[in-house]
């Protein structure tokens, strides 16, 4: 493993592989549904942290989405940006705040391919709250160009040692 960049060091805790034990996902438009999901963050020893995310269908294990990107932090603040791009079209770019007890994270640039299926994604926002139980959980909010910001997704991770 590559040595942690001292800026990191606020949010060191998010470095390894994280399993879920609960994902859930709803939203107005769409049925509600469940997912297991595999996400890692990955240190190369420069101030930010590689991503990516897997999730399959619980049951039959079939791949749903994919996502891949870098966390960066200011060096000295706790400022970070989360560039973020979706198997399905669509790029995101977040930013907010991190700390040793978790992320604040909203959007401040949404694309998608022209060809990208409506509705359009308008805006995301995330919290990430590191648990008292060493569990990580992820809640996820989504404005479309039908739906005004609403949950759509929360999820509870393990990390895997």
């Known amino acids: 493993m590559a ?7 606020p949010i060191q805790w ?6 879920s ?3 859930k996902g ?3 438009t769409i049925k509600d549904f469940t997912y297991k999901e595999v996400i890692k963050f990955e240190s190369l020893g420069q101030p930010l942290l590689n991503y990516e995310s897997r999730s399959k269908h619980p049951v039959s294990g079939a791949p749903m989405h994919l996502e891949s990107g870098f966390l960066r932090i200011k060096p ?3 400022e970070i940006a989360f560039m973020v791009s ?7 770019l977040e930013e907010g705040t991190g700390d040793e007890q978790g992320l604040q994270l909203v959007s401040k640039s949404v694309d998608r391919m022209s060809f990208a299926k409506d509705p359009a994604v308008k805006k995301i926002q995330k919290r990430y709250r590191l648990n008292a139980d060493g569990t990580l959980q992820i809640e996820t909010d989504m404005e479309t160009s039908n739906t005004p910001l609403t949950n759509h997704l929360v999820a509870v ?5």
């Open 3 to 9: 040595k942690i960049h001292e800026a990191l060091k």
């Open 14 to 19: 998010l470095i390894g592989t994280w399993e």
């Open 21 to 23: 034990i609960s994902a």
């Open 26 to 28: 709803s939203f107005p």
């Open 76 to 78: 000295d603040t706790n």
């Open 86 to 92: 979706h198997n399905f079209g669509l790029v995101v």
């Open 157 to 161: 991770y393990k990390k895997n040692e």
